[in-house]
């Protein structure tokens, strides 16, 4: 197998339309990907063809939906190597999911309770933990990191004591592109008994992705910037993590037995996908990673460096951008700062020439604060990008630059 980026390029049909009559130079993937025609064929074929409620029916079409459904599932265990389609729970996304887990752990925290983050969190994985510390007094823990954008193993299990309940860390960093040392991570956290969440939202896209390897108790990703759809992702844990967590929603589906008096649950995952769940989505989801698993993902990962190093240089030609979180082996997420100029201003320009790139604080405020800045320019990479992409960017930043004096 090789890869072939024309190729690559011919399945997504949106990159082929103009922005201000210009082509469409789509480098905000890190945000939300485009889709390929397998999963938008994937998701009309099942309104068009085979559509009704899952695991409530025993007509044919409920049968089909349902096996659509779970199949769907089974990709997914088998995409980040879950132990079975069972340690895999559908949610509304990786918000959803991490939701899911600190309502859960919230049941038992106390005051004091300590909880492990690092500056580079998304706020998906901010919010909920402080839910806990308004709600139920837990003491929200910071990992620092370095200018590159690393973080210091021994810091971090100096960290952990006897009040550590639980560490939730980003696998990539949504701003720059860095991974952490997963990893260790989970091993230094399970020396020391406490369980690990990782947020592998960007991790997903940019590398495989082996959960049994990483041994962390939660991992939680989103569809839509896996070249699928919105409204659905993935919570994988392994079977005692899930099971230790009460549900989350209540109502149809994930009951076992209900009546005046009492209810009693199902088993995860079914748990946690209280009422009709997000069926079509699912179904793109499912597609959206049998689609990828058609492409050859290590020549995909190899452009994308070649592709990262190159916008990096393109970038570092212009003296006044101050390029953020440089560490090696980094993926094609560039996050940049324009001297004199706001990332706003810097973005709307380049959307002139039909250049889509992220402006803002990225969901990661914390993070900009570490970085001394409001905001940031942030350029992403996707399977379909090309070196014409990052040049047609590069041109965009030299005539902002002008504009802007």
């Known amino acids: 197998m090789s890869f072939d980026v024309d190729a690559v390029r011919a399945q997504f049909p949106i990159l082929s339309r103009t922005v201000h009559g210009k082509p469409l130079v789509y480098l905000d993937s890190a945000a939300s990907a485009q889709k390929p025609e397998a999963v938008i064929e994937a998701m009309a074929a099942a309104m068009r063809g085979s559509y009704a409620n899952v695991h409530r029916g025993l007509h044919t079409l409920a049968n089909e939906t349902t096996a659509a459904y779970e199949d769907a599932r089974a990709s997914v265990a088998r995409f980040v190597n879950a132990p079975s389609p069972s340690n895999v729970v559908f949610t509304k996304g990786a918000t959803a999911a991490i939701n899911i887990v600190a309502a859960g752990f919230g049941a038992t925290i106390q005051p004091g309770d300590e909880i492990v983050l690092s500056v580079m969190e998304h706020h998906s994985n901010i919010v909920p933990w402080h839910f806990l510390r308004e709600r139920k007094g837990a003491v929200l823990r910071w990992l ?32 720059l592109g860095v991974s952490t040392p997963a990893a260790e991570v989970v091993r230094i956290a399970h020396a ?80 946690f996908e209280a009422g009709t769940p997000p069926i079509l989505e699912a179904i793109g989801f499912g597609a959206a990673i049998r689609w990828l698993e058609t492409q050859d993902r290590a020549g995909a990962l190899a452009h994308e460096q070649a592709l990262t190093a190159h916008l990096s240089e393109r970038l570092r030609d212009f003296n006044w951008i101050r390029l953020h979180g440089q560490a090696p082996g980094k993926a094609g997420i560039v996050a940049f700062s324009a001297e004199g100029a706001h990332p706003h201003d810097i973005a709307q320009i380049v959307d002139r020439y039909g250049v889509a790139i992220r402006a803002g604080h990225h969901c990661a405020q914390p993070l900009m604060r570490r970085l001394g800045v409001s905001a940031t320019a942030r350029a992403s990479l996707g399977i379909y990008s090309t070196r014409a992409d990052v040049d047609a960017f590069a041109d965009a930043l030299a005539r902002a630059r002008k504009l802007l004096g």
């Open 144 to 175: 620092d990191i370095d200018e590159d954008g690393r973080i210091d193993l021994d810091a971090f299990a100096a960290m952990l004591g006897p009040r550590t309940r639980m560490v939730a860390l980003t696998h990539m960093s949504n701003v």
């Open 192 to 271: 020391a008994g406490v369980p690990v969440l990782l947020d592998g939202c960007q991790a997903v896209v940019h590398g495989p992705v082996d959960v049994q390897a990483l041994g962390c108790d939660y991992y939680v990703f989103s569809s839509h910037k896996l070249y699928g759809p919105t409204g659905i992702g993935a919570l994988v844990g392994t079977a005692a993590a899930l099971d230790r967590l009460p549900p989350f929603e209540g109502g149809g589906e994930m009951i076992d037995v209900v009546t005046q008096d009492a209810v009693t649950y199902a088993d995860p995952p079914h748990r």
